[in-house]
């Protein structure tokens, strides 16, 4: 089963109109050929100027959150169709640090998820366990926890993009070890095959991420069970490129 590979940013809290778009200006011409799906996931108030930015190329701009609400009194959210207004195509949700740090919950990642799949846009659903998690060795029990409530009724989850990060690799530089990752991504997607069916599993995009860089990523990407990469530091510089073309 063929998998297309697909590599995302993340830019997290970084980055304005100025600097964004001369990073996209820059990496436009170094990405053009790439193999893999690109897509970089900006802060919401930069979605117009990157869109524009990246206009005619193979960059596509995602967005980092969502609300479920198509619209209403929900101070600080942003809805679909503000998104889709600007050909948004993909939408994190679920990342850990707004599972850390903004009390997003499984309940509140399975409404975001249901919610961007009934907008026609891919999520791409974060999930993973931290480092005392990993070290009680209750690692398949989070994972199995994540994916059974945040898939929860779910229809085509071929359409869900899935992005493995443990937290423990994320923004420390200590990445999981190529085996690691993808011996977790393998039972990622055996899980998938059990609540759904083998054959969706077999088509569903799992991207690893957690300080995966233009050094690491060759050796990620030659798993068979991971299919890309979601990308955070290194996707704020020209390095990016070295990750989309892992293959050249
Ligand atoms: P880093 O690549 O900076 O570790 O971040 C990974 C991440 O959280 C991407 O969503």
Redesign the pocket.
């Known amino acids: 089963m063929e998998r297309k590979p697909f590599i995302?940013?993340?830019w997290?809290m970084n980055m304005t109109a100025a600097s964004g778009a001369k990073l996209i200006d820059e990496l436009k011409p170094l990405v053009k050929d790439a193999d893999c799906d690109v897509a970089l996931?900006v802060p919401a108030i930069l979605i117009p100027a990157m869109a524009e930015a990246a206009k005619g190329s193979n960059i596509a701009i995602g967005a980092q959150n969502m609300h479920w609400e198509a619209k209403g009194a929900f101070t600080g959210e942003i809805s679909a169709d503000m998104l889709k207004e600007y050909g948004v195509k993909y939408v994190?949700i679920g990342?850990?640090?707004r599972r850390q740090y903004f009390g997003e919950t499984d309940e509140t990642v399975n409404k975001r998820t249901k919610a961007v799949l009934a907008a026609g846009m891919t999520p791409i659903m974060?999930i993973g366990e931290t480092l005392s998690e990993r070290e009680g060795g209750i690692t398949e029990d989070v994972l199995s926890r994540q994916l059974e409530k945040d898939l929860e009724g779910v229809e085509d989850v071929t359409k869900v993009v899935i992005?493995y990060?443990p937290v423990w690799?994320?923004?420390?530089?200590r990445?999981a070890t190529d085996e690691q990752a993808q011996e977790t991504i393998a039972f990622i997607r055996k899980k998938i095959g059990e609540l759904f069916c083998p054959k969706c599993a077999e088509k569903v995009i799992i991207q690893y991420?957690?300080?995966?860089?233009a050094g690491n990523c060759k050796g990620l990407m030659a798993q068979p069970d991971i299919d890309g990469g979601?990308?955070?530091?290194?996707?704020l510089k020209c390095d990016f490129a070295k990750i989309v073309n892992f293959d050249k």
């Open positions: 995302a940013g993340n997290k996931c994190i990342h850990s640090e974060c992005a990060e690799a994320i923004g420390t530089g990445t991420g957690g300080s995966m860089n979601l990308i955070g530091g290194a996707s």
